[in-house]
């Protein structure tokens, strides 16, 4: 728990990272996310500011791997017109 420290991007990663590699891998970044805002008392809408692109790249690549997001082509379309 999170107690008279200031959070910033590298320590709330690392919580993320912990919770993730904690529960083997079965766990999303989502609900990690989550699960670190509840243990904390934190609001999940106030982390945006925290959430670090290596963690946004891993939350956008689960949300496209369970269709909440659009899959991105790899090619580029021009090439064929």
């Given at each position: 728990?999170?107690?008279?420290?200031?959070?910033?991007?590298?320590?709330?990663?690392?919580?993320?990272?912990?919770?993730?590699?904690?529960?083997?891998?079965?766990?999303?970044?989502?609900?990690?996310?989550?699960?670190?805002?509840?243990?904390?008392?934190?609001?999940?809408?106030?982390v945006?500011?925290?959430?670090?692109?290596?963690?946004?790249?891993?939350?956008?690549?689960?949300?496209?791997?369970?269709?909440?997001?659009?899959?991105?082509?790899?090619?580029?379309?021009?090439?064929?017109?």
């Amino acid at each position: 728990m999170i107690e008279n420290q200031f959070l910033t991007k590298s320590k709330f990663t690392k919580l993320i990272e912990a919770t993730v590699s904690d529960n083997k891998g079965e766990m999303l970044y989502m609900d990690a996310i989550l699960d670190v805002c509840e243990k904390n008392n934190i609001e999940p809408e106030d982390v945006r500011k925290f959430i670090s692109p290596i963690i946004k790249d891993k939350l956008e690549s689960e949300a496209m791997q369970l269709n909440y997001l659009p899959k991105t082509n790899m090619i580029d379309s021009s090439l064929f017109e």
